[in-house]
């Protein structure tokens, strides 16, 4: 089982829709979530940190589910620049090693 | 703030020789560096965790005497593949974390090693 697991997709879905992912984790002791963005070809980058009490930026917004290890991300009122691939990346305990990224969902936002 | 660079942006190189890849923050001092490999269609895998002046810290199934990983400085890590192999090719990327009471990283540009 993989340590964290995404639905590859892609979704496409049309201007202006909103769109949820999911992903779920194996690592109970699991400490820090965070969502990343990686456009085709480019390194990732941060789009934002999850928290239990669940957080917003903007058009976006995540969640964390520690009961079921899961985290979600809901991207409302989608643009074309939010086609991307969205990693799910999750941190062991301080000190115990690096990241954990899942294989990432591809978000296809068409006109 | 929190910038992270990577040289070369990528590299062609023939069966056999050595690539060297540099990872530079450039505005904080990164106390551990970290070496990821993405290939085509799959997620990032960790290969090694870099801390300064001190040996990597190398991830099941990557072999340290093949990439073979340097961190001298504050702001400065390399990696060198040795010897390299067709099924080296990938893109290699770095990131720095800033804190150590923190996972959030900082990651470079990447690096697209193809090796013929």
């Known amino acids: 089982r993989k340590e964290v697991e995404q639905d590859p997709g892609p979704f496409n879905v049309p201007e202006g829709a909103t769109v949820a992912f999911n992903c779920t984790y194996s690592n109970s002791a699991s400490q820090s979530f965070f969502w990343y963005r990686q456009d085709c070809r480019k390194e990732p980058k941060l789009l934002m940190s999850v928290y239990s009490s669940g957080n917003e930026d903007g058009r976006f917004t995540a969640q964390l589910n520690r009961a079921s290890q899961y985290i979600s991300l809901l991207i409302r009122d989608s643009k074309l620049s939010d086609s991307a691939t969205y990693l799910c990346v999750v941190g062991a305990p301080p000190g115990r090693r690096a990241l954990t990224f899942g294989s990432g969902t591809r978000l296809q936002v068409q006109p | 703030g929190a910038v992270v660079s990577q040289h070369p942006s990528w590299v062609i190189c023939k069966s056999g020789t050595s690539v060297k890849i540099e990872c530079r923050s450039l505005?904080?001092?990164?106390?551990?560096m970290f070496w990821y490999r993405q290939f085509p269609k799959q997620s990032l895998m960790l290969m090694a965790t870099s801390n300064e002046g001190s040996k990597a810290t190398y991830e099941q199934g990557v072999e340290k005497d093949k990439f073979l990983i340097n961190h001298a400085s504050l702001t400065l890590s390399t990696l060198t593949v040795t010897s390299a192999h067709p099924e080296d090719s990938s893109f290699y990327i770095c990131?720095?974390?800033?804190?150590?009471?923190?996972?959030?990283?900082?990651f470079g540009p990447g690096t697209r090693l193809t090796v013929l």
């Open positions: 505005d904080f001092q990164a106390t551990t």
């Open positions: 990131s720095a974390r800033d804190k150590p009471s923190t996972d959030t990283q900082y």
